[in-house]
Nanobody, 125 residues
Framework: EVQLVESGGGLVQAGESLRLSCAVS????????VGWFRQAPGKEREGVSL????????YYADSVKGRFTISSDNAKNTVYLQMNSAKPEDTAVYYC??????????????????WGQGTQVAVSS
């Protein structure tokens, strides 16, 4: 059974850092890419970053490029999202997802088959 469990959310002040974790089970990173998405109140879910071991690639939304870093730990079956220089507009529920997205469509939620339950991130100004 495929499972994804996010953790690490919380409240930080603008400019501070936070690291989110996505612990996965039931598949390997060779099977599925893992993406991070976020959804703010009243807004659509948007792609933040993607880690694809099969393609040896990482992708970032323009809004987080240079501030967020995605990484993985094979031994722990975990994908991380390091959030630096946090901004109030980063406030959202963050989800990780697994699938085999077409890389040019990686921000499309329909490209993913499995989702975690989400973790709340709040950034105060």
């Amino acid at each position: 059974e495929v499972q994804l469990v996010e953790s690490g959310g919380g409240l930080v002040q603008a400019g501070e850092s936070l690291r989110l974790s996505c612990a996965v089970s039931g598949f390997t990173f060779d099977d599925y890419a893992v993406g991070w998405f976020r959804q703010a109140p009243g807004k659509e879910r948007e792609g933040v970053s993607l880690f694809s071991r099969r393609d040896n690639s990482t992708y970032y939304a323009d809004s987080v490029k240079g501030r967020f870093t995605i990484s993985s730990d094979n031994a722990k079956n975990t994908v991380y999202l390091q959030m630096n220089s946090a901004k109030p507009e980063d406030t959202a529920v963050y989800y990780c997802a697994a699938g085999t997205p077409l890389l040019r469509l990686w921000v499309n939620t329909q490209e993913y088959d499995y989702w975690g339950q989400g973790t709340q991130v709040a950034v105060s100004s």
